[in-house]
């Protein structure tokens, strides 16, 4: 079942455990401890190619592969199924996401992610 068919929503923080809900704006969930922001893949769709987000960081100039850990906090659950989200690195983001429903943003990280990965 889609969580954002009815319009709000409610999932569990990654960060903290404490809820996260939709407030309508961007079908996105906001932690109500202030930890960061999930944005739907359905929503993140309609402005970014999917296979951006969850592609593989670039090689270095050396040929090595950098590794997106998840340190420090460890794998995150997501926000919908509490599945460990897997780890995204671009420029100097981490961002974590869930290949079936979409996005955490830590706070502060919505305008760095915006720049690297919408098209104006």
Not at 8 to 27: F, M, V, Y
Not at 53 to 76: E, H, L, T
Not at 87 to 107: I, K, P, S
Not at 114 to 119: E, Q, T, Y
Request: hydrophobic content about 35%; some cysteine; proline content about 8%.
């Amino acid at each position: 079942m889609d969580p954002y068919r009815g319009g709000l929503a409610t999932g569990i923080c990654p960060r903290c455990n404490k809820q996260a809900t939709s407030d309508g704006e961007l079908q996105r969930m906001r932690c109500l401890g202030g930890c960061g922001e999930f944005y739907p893949r359905a929503r993140l769709a309609q402005h970014v190619e999917w296979s951006f987000i969850a592609r593989p960081p670039r090689p270095r100039a050396d040929g090595s592969s950098p590794v997106a850990s998840s340190w420090p906090w460890g794998a995150a659950p997501c926000p919908v199924c509490r599945a460990d989200m897997s780890v995204g690195f671009r420029a100097n983001l981490r961002y974590d996401y869930c290949t079936q429903h979409g996005v955490w943003l830590d706070a502060g990280e919505l305008s760095q992610f915006a720049s690297l990965f919408v098209d104006d």
